[in-house]
């Protein structure tokens, strides 16, 4: 019970994480495209934007505990919708990752220098061109961290789940302790899990992390990026004293 937990702990998180970070990049680009002084193209950016904020300011604004409530019972309620409890699980995360995730892209956007926005429209880009071109590969290299930190709350946070009733790890244990009355050690081998899970995908994303940075020690020749070696920087070092 506790591995099924696990797994379906970690099915939610993984697939929400992605989803939301592709909600977030896309809501992101959105909202920094320049708006212009007049025209119906400036009227519709607005109200796009509008409704953005509005998507964002309520999934940040509100516990994921009562989205889940309200999405789950309240679709029934309202639609008639009887969703899949993991189905549901995922779409929750999703769209509670994706707020949070586009305020991050947001930043991740404006804190690239604008003489870069600047010379991609010189030689001809659009915006979605200098995004996909030019800024986005900065732009996810820069919020790999805060992602990693998100995809570590939505491990924890799949927990509050289980008020739908979805198998995740906290309503395996609970089940667990209900059967035997061993409250203390079913909770403690379920921290021991989410505390193995949350440092494993910390290292991976570290890994990740120090993988894209690439060489600390590189010298560019014919357009062509040449990695020194320690013996390298020392002949070099060498010769410019000589």
């Known amino acids: 019970m506790f591995i099924r937990g696990a797994g379906v702990t970690l099915v939610i998180s ?3 994480t ?5 909600i977030g990049l896309l809501i992101g680009v959105i909202r920094t495209v320049p708006v212009p002084e007049r025209g119906l193209k400036r009227t519709t950016l607005k109200v796009i934007n509008s409704i953005l904020s509005i998507y964002i300011e309520i999934f940040r604004g509100t516990p994921m505990i009562v989205q889940a409530m309200v999405i789950y019972y309240g ?9 899949n409890r993991l189905y549901a699980a995922i779409f929750i995360v999703s769209i509670n990752t994706g707020a949070y995730m586009s305020e991050i892209v947001r930043g991740g956007i404006v804190s690239i220098d604008k003489g870069q926005f600047e010379a991609a429209q010189a030689v001809g880009m659009n915006h979605i061109q200098t995004m996909k071109n030019v800024v986005l590969p900065q732009v996810i290299r820069n919020i790999l961290p805060a992602t990693g930190n998100e995809f570590v709350i939505n491990i924890k946070d799949t927990s509050v789940l289980n008020v739908i009733s979805v198998t995740e790890l906290f309503f395996q244990t609970k089940s667990i302790a209900g059967n035997n009355f061993r409250y ?3 909770f403690f081998v379920a921290s ?3 505390l193995v899970m949350t440092f494993t995908i910390t290292r991976i994303l570290r890994y990740i992390e120090r993988r894209l940075d690439g060489p600390e020690n590189y010298i560019m020749i014919a357009n062509q990026m040449q990695v ?3 013996e390298d920087i020392l002949k070099r070092k060498n010769k410019e004293n000589r």
């Open 14 to 16: 993984i697939i929400g």
């Open 18 to 22: 992605i989803i939301g970070t592709g």
């Open 75 to 83: 679709s029934a309620l309202a639609f008639g919708i009887d969703m």
């Open 184 to 186: 203390f050690e079913s």
């Open 192 to 194: 021991v899990i989410y």
């Open 228 to 230: 020194e070696t320690p």
